[in-house]
């Protein structure tokens, strides 16, 4: 009798158990065919987005504007001159809003085609607005009140996807953003269109925006102007490879780890990240879901891309205001938003010629750099010596904390949570697939793989893999108190030095391949160091790559890792890249930074342009 009822037994045990089997396979295949089903219609939604801009393309080459022809000498006339010297040959009658605007608006197009940097184009909006500029130009010259047109009076400029402007998507390289047009212009863009600047363009992306490169399942992968088969960077990739092409005489982009200043670095062109605090976010899209970040610690900022100093301090001066016997919330970003400090632009400082104590590295002491890098440190160095300011040598302080810091405060929410709800379903790239998988790794396994790292040599990556990953409000604040205390250090370590600004690397090496991000993000640490402890910053080009630096990589012993190994892979080939150098001061101090940037520009001469662009 025992025995029957154990098979009893046995067999509704059994029976259960393949019950329960059969259920876990339904739901299951479910929850994979309720996937499929939902990627099937983004993907839908990312073509119809794609069909509209492909209408709207065709449309515009049809129209009058579009095939409006100009001699090639009046081309290259027009879109070699920076923002600022063009506005200043509209204001002198030399060009008319609508020519220049019909130039620009054929160049993005051809940029758009070739090298896929676009993520939307308003070329009717924009041919309307340049028209309505010229009927401006023409009521206040009748008056004789030219000096009255606003400092940009007539300038395309173009503005990253993700930064609002009304009537366009703003999809921070997601499926699902690209068909929800945004109502209004951000700050940033109200204040660029009352100083006369006109969009014209929006520059492409990456998904999410958290790489060094700019590819997405919506627009697709940008190219680089200087080489095609290498990346303009990310997330402002786009913008950067349209000003390097001479497509927009000046961009908008912005920056939460190098996002402006490596595309600057990669594409030969200025870019600059203020202090945090100085430029408004108000009224942009954000890669989350419902535009929702709690993640203040490492602050993101937006800032210009140009080919010349002038045109980052015109934009700074038009977002801060110029120093005013009244209120300075009169003339200031503060007015915009009251987040933002009541500090005006001071253009003095760029005039003032006494000399500065500039601290010097050719490495942080986490990335080793490739020997173009140290090449243009030094030949920058040699530029601000002859200029009379004084150039010691500085080290980074304990740079595995601030990487530690920087990987630790950006992995919080764990898996990369807050990316992927705000992608509603969309798959992940391949470009991420090493980040989401360091991020997924479960806590407790985290020392034990750091250790074995170890053992096998790969200490950097074994520091990352330990930092990253899911936290507790405890553990979030722990770090966030280490960060602090980091930016402390660093800043009393310039004061030991007694140093005002820094010249350093604007990256570890030259414009990847495309894909290589997966493997480098790391490589990118110049750049975030410079978020963590919220220092303006600049990026100059310097010089381009020669044939004889090409596969040349000797980091030192200790960095001698599979990082390295991928860096020196991505060495080949890379003659003609251009390279450039990084200026940071204390915080609160931009126009400092962006004096020392325009002395090397006069020492250096224009940015390198690619070929046949």
């Not at 016997?325 to 970003?333: F, H, K, P, Q, V």
């Not at 006494?354 to 002491?365: A, F, I, S």
């Not at 595995?400 to 379903?425: N, Q």
């Amino acid at each position: 009798m025992v025995m029957f009822g154990t098979v009893l037994w046995s067999q509704a045990g059994v029976a259960t158990l393949l019950a329960g089997v059969c259920l876990y396979a339904a739901v299951w295949a479910g929850r994979a065919t309720a996937r499929a089903e939902r990627r099937a219609e983004l993907g839908a939604i990312a073509q119809a987005c794609r069909d509209d801009r492909e209408a709207k393309r065709l449309a515009f080459k049809e129209s009058k504007d579009g095939r409006a022809h100009f001699p090639k000498e009046k081309v290259d006339e027009v879109t070699s001159l920076t923002a600022s010297e063009l506005a200043a040959a509209i204001k002198a009658g030399k060009y008319t809003s609508t020519e220049v605007m019909q130039i620009y608006c054929q160049r993005g197009l051809l940029a758009a085609e070739k090298l896929n940097v676009t993520a939307a184009e308003m070329f009717a909006d924009a041919m309307a607005e340049a028209r309505k500029a010229d009927e401006e130009y023409k009521r206040l010259r009748g008056k004789g009140e030219l000096d009255k047109l606003p400092p940009l009076h007539g300038v395309p400029v173009s503005i990253k996807d993700n930064l609002n402007v009304a009537g366009q998507v703003a999809t921070s390289g997601m499926q699902v953003r690209a068909s929800k047009p945004v109502l209004k212009d951000s700050a940033i863009v109200k204040t660029l269109r009352a100083a006369g600047a006109i969009p014209f363009v929006k520059g492409n992306i990456p998904q999410g925006l958290m790489i060094p490169e700019s590819d997405n399942a919506v627009f697709g992968r940008a190219l680089n102007p200087f080489n095609q088969d290498r990346t303009p960077g990310g997330s402002s990739g786009g913008d950067a490879a349209l000003v390097a092409a001479r497509c927009a005489p000046l961009s908008i982009g912005s920056d939460i780890g190098g996002s402006i200043r490596i595309p600057a670095h990669f594409c030969g062109i200025y870019g600059f990240k203020a202090t945090a605090a100085r430029v408004s976010r108000l009224g942009n899209s954000m890669p989350r879901l419902r535009d929702r970040s709690g993640q203040e610690k490492v602050a993101g900022v937006i800032g210009p891309m140009a080919r010349s100093v002038a045109d980052i301090a015109t934009v700074l001066e038009i977002w801060w205001g110029k120093p005013s016997r009244e209120s300075a919330t009169l003339t200031s970003m503060h007015q915009a938003d009251p987040l933002c400090p009541p500090l005006p632009f001071y253009r003095a400082v760029l005039r003032d010629s006494r000399p500065v104590w500039v601290g010097v590295l050719e490495t942080d002491g986490w990335f080793e750099t490739c020997p173009t890098q140290k090449r243009a440190i030094r030949e920058a160095a040699s530029v601000l010596t002859k200029k009379g300011h004084k150039l010691i040598n500085f080290k980074v302080p304990d740079p595995t904390t601030f990487v530690r810091c920087y990987t630790a405060i950006m992995s919080a929410d764990g898996g990369m949570r807050c990316m992927i709800e705000g992608m509603e379903g969309e798959a992940v790239l391949p470009t991420y697939e090493r980040m989401l998988a360091m991020a997924k790794l479960p806590g407790f396994i985290r020392p034990y793989l750091g250790r074995i790292l170890q053992l096998f040599g790969q200490r950097r990556a074994s520091e990352i893999v330990q930092a990253a990953g899911a936290k507790t409000t405890y553990n979030y604040w722990d770090w966030c108190a280490e960060a602090s205390a980091y930016s402390r250090k660093f800043m009393d370590a310039m004061r030991e030095a007694n140093v005002d600004a820094l010249l350093m690397p604007a990256h570890a090496l030259p414009a990847y391949p495309h894909g290589a991000a997966k493997d480098l993000s790391f490589a990118c640490s110049y750049t975030f160091l410079l978020n963590l402890i919220n220092l303006p910053a600049g990026v100059v080009p310097v010089t381009v790559a020669t044939l004889q630096e090409e596969g040349l990589y000797s980091p030192p012993p200790e960095q001698d890792d599979l990082f390295a190994k991928k860096a020196r892979a991505t060495l080949k080939d890379i003659a003609g890249l251009p390279v450039g150098v990084q200026v940071a001061t204390l915080p609160w101090r931009d126009e400092l930074c962006l004096r020392l940037m325009q002395d090397l520009e006069t020492g250096l001469g224009p940015c390198p342009r690619p070929n046949k662009w």
